[in-house]
């Protein structure tokens, strides 16, 4: 199935490719809002948005919300987990090294 999402661009070299996307999913279902009515709702720090922010904000507009990410530390050649209980581990040991503490407060294995 091909969904007729509508194309909402940011500046160049801007970091509001989060915002980007959420407003190109919020129009998808007639919701219109600007970038800039997006950036007063949502923080947007120094590396952009966060996932979870930007799906803590679809909740709270009544959107049911499924978050799937890949951290290119999370699945390498070299990585050799058995199991899940190994890879919630490895999750946790990267997560606990993350340098910011907003990484680690918004990245959770549910």
């Known amino acids: 199935m091909i ?7 940011q500046s160049e070299n801007s970091l509001e490719y ?22 007063k709702e949502l923080v947007v720090d ?33 990585l050799k987990l058995s199991g899940k209980e190994e890879f919630i581990e490895h999750f946790n040991k990267l997560r606990d090294e993350a340098k910011s503490e907003k990484i680690r407060k918004y990245c959770h294995i549910l």
Do not use: C, W
């Not at 915002?19 to 950036?39: D, N, P, T």
């Not at 803590?56 to 070299?78: C, Q, R, W």
């Open 18 to 39: 989060g915002l980007a996307g959420l407003a190109m999913i919020l129009k998808f279902y007639s919701i219109e809002i600007s970038l800039e009515k997006l950036k």
């Open 46 to 78: 120094e590396t952009g948005t966060y996932a979870p922010q930007l799906g803590s904000y679809l909740l709270k507009n009544g959107f049911d919300v499924e978050i799937i990410t890949m951290h290119p530390a999370l699945f390498t050649n070299k």
């Open 3 to 9: 969904l007729d999402v509508p194309l909402i661009r």
